[in-house]
């Protein structure tokens, strides 16, 4: 692999894997610059091309924003490098999808809709907002789509849903929607 054709970051993981060694953590892979976390960080371009080969059997997730161009072919290249999960989390709604969850990949084209834990783990990931605002923004939508959806369901599973999300999201979970 040349180093032209690695996004800035990558050229660590490279090394670190020619060793015979991985990272510990889920790789973020961000299109919206720099990211301030303790997980491995690489930085692309939406813009550019790249090889994606150093992420096969890692865990990845894209970090990008809505309205980031060309994120369908880019997260196409990279599940074409077989990594062991990816994810793209949309920075600007705190929220995201599961393309590839080790191994199970949803039947639809778009993903699977991330989870209400699973986003909480996120929160104030890309953001310039805090990760208690983040929280906060998180439960209100969930909130609002598991009461948009109640009706659908017996009452007993509406309390047992209510409960989970009391212990994902404490206290962010009573606040007005």
Known sequence: ???????????????LR??????????????????RETNPVIVAQPSRSYDWRFL????????ASTDTPNLSNIAK????????????WFADRQDGINV??????????????MGAAQ???????GSSETASDCLLQIAEQVKR???ANADR?????????TAGFRRTFGAAWGAEA
């Open 18 to 35: 020619s060793t015979g060694k991985r990272p510990a953590d889920m790789l973020l892979i961000s299109l919206i610059g720099p990211l």
């Open 119 to 125: 986003r909480a783990a996120l929160a104030g990931l």
């Open 77 to 88: 290249a990279i599940d074409a490098a077989a990594p062991a999960s990816l994810s793209v």
């Open 145 to 147: 789509r598991a009461m």
């Open 56 to 63: 096969v059997a890692l865990p990845a997730l894209i970090v």
């Open 153 to 161: 369901f017996e009452s007993a599973l509406v309390e047992m849903a």
């Open 1 to 15: 692999m040349s180093a032209q054709s690695l996004p800035y970051g990558a050229a660590e993981i490279v090394a």
């Open 100 to 113: 590839l969850l080790d191994g199970y990949r949803p039947r639809t084209k778009a993903g699977r809709r």
